[in-house]
């Protein structure tokens, strides 16, 4: 699970974060109230926006449910989110180009197999950038 943090390797006071996987804790859930990062669609079921907000399609019950569950919508993981994106996609003036090539090194592992937090939705911000510099050039 991804579980963001300032310092790293450190939890919160209280061990325990108020989003992801320790707010889950041991809700029932299922294909119809869910969708774990195990999905092969997953990706396409979340819409990450460049103020670190997440949302769902209309007619995807289980994302809609899973934000919930999860927390994903809270204020802490949202501001996170949101200086992520900025840091890789917002603040650094990139062209097109740049900005689709980091849309699809983000969502690729380093050597250690691991992929930097917030992968998908700094790809998807990038992506929706790129066509943003491409309609005012």
Not at 7 to 13: C, D, I, Q
Not at 101 to 119: E, H, K, L, T, W
Request: hydrophobic letters at 35%.
């Amino acid at each position: 699970a991804c579980t963001p943090s300032d310092t790293p390797g450190h939890r919160p006071k209280g061990g325990k974060y108020r989003f992801g996987a320790q707010e889950k804790g041991g809700t029932r859930v299922d294909d119809n109230n869910f969708v774990t990062p195990l999905h092969v669609d997953v990706e396409g079921r979340f819409q990450y926006c460049a103020d670190g907000s997440v949302t769902h399609l209309d007619s995807d019950d289980a994302a809609k449910s899973t934000i919930k569950i999860l927390r994903l919508d809270h204020g802490q993981l949202v501001d996170l989110r949101k200086a992520a994106i900025a840091e890789r996609v917002l603040d650094v003036d990139l062209s097109a180009h740049e900005a689709e090539n980091i849309s699809r090194s983000i969502m690729n592992p380093d050597v250690a197999g691991r992929i930097p937090q917030f992968c998908l939705a700094i790809s998807q911000v990038a992506l929706w950038y790129a066509a943003r510099m491409r309609e005012i050039n």
